[in-house]
């Protein structure tokens, strides 16, 4: 594709020189017929000449489109690869990749690098392929007229390359480039930061800080676009002069030659272009390597560290798990490499059907445990075994399939309501509704205009947290699968304690045969638990029923139950 576009651009640019010369010929020719005539015309070289004429600009027209397209297609399909292996990038990236990077340094390379890509770099190789080839054509069209400025272009040239173009003044215009870039990150996300916390900064009056702020990270940003665009200019006035010399060389030549007028009138018009030309071919080569620095922060996504295989040659059956059997066996991680670790030596195993509590207090580790089961964060050392299969040895996909989890923070997507209780439209309508009842949700969404196919806003805005996390339960109701995780799975309900009783109790019969494994803060919600564990410091420090654990006064859940008034 790039060599076919070459190709058509450079024929056009050929059809283009040729004119100039079909031009001055025809010109010349009409001057000797008038001689010739008497002052009068001959419409036959009218007729020869203009149909001439009248091709080239056709062939030309149609180079210059397919050539065009050529170019567009090619970099628009290179563009979408990389946007589309970008995505891929981001979208299997583990956990700490989110936590290390900030979001307005994705945000920017997603949206100012990938339209530099999709827009600006397309025009520069277009525009700079074309003005290389027409600067080409222009020297040519003067050594045709006048052999002699042959012997002036070679000193130009070694000045032009040794002095115009320093190499020096091009890569600090890269590295410039590079800083002007990077220092646009930190505007998007502080813009994203007051979006999202703006009543916050206005309930404590802090709107004048925030906007001095932004002001001093613009003004990082334009110390380095303002040196950008001064190099820029620089770099014209040296190729003014240049271009005033060549001017002057093919006058001269011109008329010291004794050519012919019409010849002559092809070099200096020739000439005239050169400065023009030439400022705008070191313009686009410049602009060319510094936005292909938008390309070099794409490619960085590549090598964005990725989680472990989606699928693997091992796979469990359809069935598995079967029991829901889970099994910590002297287990250890971290969030990250560097990190202290957030589980130590955790042995323990949860029994199919048990309804397992966890508790502990902030930072205890509660939910790491949740984020090792799903592989969210890879052990560094021990192992997890749900039915008998390290769950290391199998994809991301088989093991996030077969486990369900209500989230503390629960989550909705932009579209339907249908779709967020049943993303791949596996269950009937009848289902959804009977999981939306045991969730206590069906009268709130048969009240609602459109039902089941109410438009949920963006991230679920124009429902409660309360709701988007019943929504979420109802989504678990729909799975039934043989592991159930809840992470504060009813913080957020905003109703009276009778619903968040009734709510534990839908849970404790809708996943009866299933392993419940429920982390909170509010004791009361997991007194009715087979077992539980108590965490402190990424440790277990006690793990036994509700009854034993209570009638040791001794112990740390006593005391946290004694501080919740249970006791």
Known sequence: MSLSAFGFI?????????????LSAWSKQATIDEQERNGIQNRDTTNKYLSGYGGLGGIQSVAILIGAASIAIATL???????????????????????TTPLGRLMNKFTKDVDTADITLPQNIRSGLNIFLNTLSAIFNIAYSTPLFLIFIAPVTVFY?????????ESHRCQLKRLESV?????YSKFGEVITGSTTIRAFGLQDEFISESHQKINDNQKAYYPFISSSLWITTRLE???????????????ASNVDPAIAGLCISSALQITVLLNFLVRQASDLESNIVSVERMSEVNETPQEAAWQTTLR??????????????NYETRYREGLDLVLRGISCTFNPGEQIGIVGRTGAGKSSLTLALFRLIEPTSGKIIIDGQDITEIGLHDLRSKITIIPQDPVLFSGILRTNLDPFDAHTDQQIWDSLESAHLKSYVMSLPQGLQYEVAEEGQNFSVGQKQL???????LRKTKILVLDEATAAVDFIVETDDLI????????????????????????????????????????DSPENLMAHTTSMFYSMAKDAGLT
């Open 10 to 22: 450079l024929l056009s640019t050929a059809a283009a020189t040729y004119g100039n010369i079909w």
């Open 77 to 99: 399909n290179a563009s979408e690869r990389f946007h589309s292996n970008m995505l891929y990038k981001i979208i299997g990236a583990p956990m700490w990749f989110f936590d």
């Open 161 to 169: 390359l040794d002095f115009t173009l320093p190499l020096p003044i």
């Open 183 to 187: 220092s646009r990150s930190p505007i």
């Open 241 to 255: 002069t240049i271009g005033s010399f060549i001017i002057f060389a093919s006058a001269v030549f011109a008329v």
């Open 316 to 329: 469990p059956t359809k069935e598995w798990p079967t029991q829901g059997r889970v099994e910590f066996v």
């Open 471 to 477: 929504i979420c339960l109802a989504r678990a109701l």
């Open 504 to 543: 534990q109790k839908t849970i404790r019969q809708e996943f009866a045969d299933s392993t419940v494994i429920t982390i909170a803060h509010r004791l009361n919600t997991i007194m009715d638990s087979t077992r539980i564990v108590v965490l402190d410091k990424g440790q277990i420090v006690e793990f």
